[in-house]
């Protein structure tokens, strides 16, 4: 039987190579291996928190006809029951789903505003720089928290609306240091080499600048995916997202109206920690990534 083949080489795509390399010897390193296994575990919870969780988001635990409120960690529940009677271990399984989501689409849309706009002022440059930098001069004067407040007064208090409104403020620090990045490649031989042959401006971005900005690319998408998470988890304590969807901020609020939130330790320093962890773990591999990346990229010149 003849053997199949893959319709591509991914070798043949600098991304995809560089990509493959980085996460071999990030495989390869201890500093790396732990969160990845970590980051893989919180995404595998993700996908399939729900249906492995011991009790519902919102399932009051009763025996003998009593709720069991702030329970303290036992066996039947490892760590402790909520004010309200639910159990914590199920909550904590269960909101990694919205906490993934948070950060893959604040972070997927900070990096994709950022890139775009950096890229083309520094390539295009005139007039359409100084108009692309000033807009961006007019993100960075927002503070966060009030716009926040204020777009969810306007939009409604929702999950989804708090992932957009991070989205399209956390984007301003990587077009400025991509656009940066993107003026001085534009002036290498072999982007004007290009320019001399009649190449168009979108086959010049995407073969020639695309490629060498990538590294710092996956640098701050990965700082992204760490920022929104502890946004998205700060609107959600400060009640501007959906109060009712579950995610690690959600539980942190509701551990502190609770008033019980030094007494049932594991109740609100479970999530805490995790979204402590999560972030580190995503900062760690997008800084490893950008050096394998980095070092590719002056090897070949």
């Given at each position: 039987?003849?053997?199949?083949?893959?319709?591509?080489?991914?070798?043949?795509?600098f991304?995809?190579?560089?990509?493959?390399?980085?996460?071999?010897?990030?495989?390869?390193?201890k500093?790396?291996?732990?969160?990845?296994?970590?980051?893989?575990?919180?995404?595998?919870?993700?996908?399939?928190?729900?249906?492995?969780?011991?009790?519902?988001?919102?399932?009051?635990?009763?025996?003998?006809?009593?709720?069991?409120?702030?329970?303290?960690?036992?066996?039947?529940?490892?760590?402790?029951t909520?004010?309200?009677?639910?159990?914590?271990?199920?909550r904590?399984?269960?909101?990694?789903?919205?906490?993934?989501?948070?950060?893959?689409?604040?972070?997927?849309?900070?990096?994709?505003?950022?890139?775009?706009?950096?890229?083309?002022?520094?390539?295009?440059?005139?007039?359409?720089d100084?108009?692309?930098?000033?807009?961006?001069?007019?993100?960075?004067?927002?503070p966060f928290?009030?716009?926040?407040?204020?777009?969810?007064?306007?939009f409604?208090?929702?999950?989804?609306?708090?992932?957009?409104?991070?989205?399209?403020?956390?984007?301003?620090?990587?077009?400025?240091?991509?656009?940066?990045?993107?003026?001085?490649i534009?002036?290498?031989?072999?982007?004007?080499?290009?320019?001399?042959?009649?190449?168009?401006?979108?086959?010049?971005?995407?073969?020639?600048?695309?490629?060498?900005?990538?590294?710092?690319?996956?640098?701050?998408?990965?700082?992204?995916?760490?920022?929104?998470?502890?946004l998205?988890?700060?609107?959600?304590?400060?009640?501007?997202s959906?109060?009712?969807?579950?995610?690690?901020?959600?539980?942190?609020?509701?551990?502190?109206?609770?008033?019980?939130?030094?007494?049932?330790?594991?109740?609100?320093?479970?999530?805490?920690?995790?979204?402590?962890?999560?972030?580190?773990?995503?900062?760690?591999?997008?800084?490893?990534?950008?050096?394998?990346?980095?070092?590719?990229a002056?090897?070949?010149?």
């Open positions: 039987m003849a053997r199949r083949t893959l319709p591509f080489n991914y070798e043949d795509s991304l995809l190579r560089n990509l493959v390399s980085g996460l071999s010897r990030m495989a390869e390193q500093i790396t291996l732990i969160p990845s296994i970590f980051l893989c575990s919180v995404i595998a919870l993700g996908f399939v928190g729900p249906y492995i969780a011991p009790y519902g988001y919102q399932e009051t635990i009763i025996r003998g006809g009593d709720i069991i409120k702030t329970a303290q960690p036992s066996l039947a529940h490892p760590l402790g909520t004010s309200l009677g639910n159990d914590v271990l199920s904590v399984i269960i909101g990694a789903r919205p906490t993934v989501i948070a950060g893959l689409l604040g972070g997927g849309m900070a990096i994709t505003i950022g890139m775009t706009i950096g890229i083309t002022a520094g390539y295009v440059g005139g007039r359409v100084s108009l692309l930098m000033r807009f961006t001069d007019m993100a960075y004067s927002m928290i009030p716009f926040a407040l204020v777009m969810s007064a306007i409604g208090i929702g999950f989804y609306t708090s992932i957009l409104i991070i989205g399209i403020i956390l984007w301003r620090g990587n077009a400025r240091v991509l656009r940066s990045q993107v003026l001085q534009k002036n290498r031989q072999f982007v004007k080499t290009a320019q001399a042959t009649g190449a168009s401006t979108p086959h010049i971005i995407v073969r020639h600048i695309l490629p060498n900005v990538a590294p710092m690319a996956f640098l701050f998408f990965a700082i992204a995916i760490g920022l929104s998470i502890i998205q988890a700060s609107l959600a304590f400060l009640g501007a959906n109060p009712f969807l579950p995610s690690w901020g959600v539980m942190l609020r509701n551990a502190y109206d609770s008033g019980f939130m030094a007494r049932q330790l594991a109740w609100s320093m479970t999530p805490g920690l995790l979204i402590a962890f999560t972030v580190v773990s995503t900062f760690l591999l997008g800084r490893e990534l950008e050096s394998e990346d980095s070092e590719a002056i090897a070949q010149g």
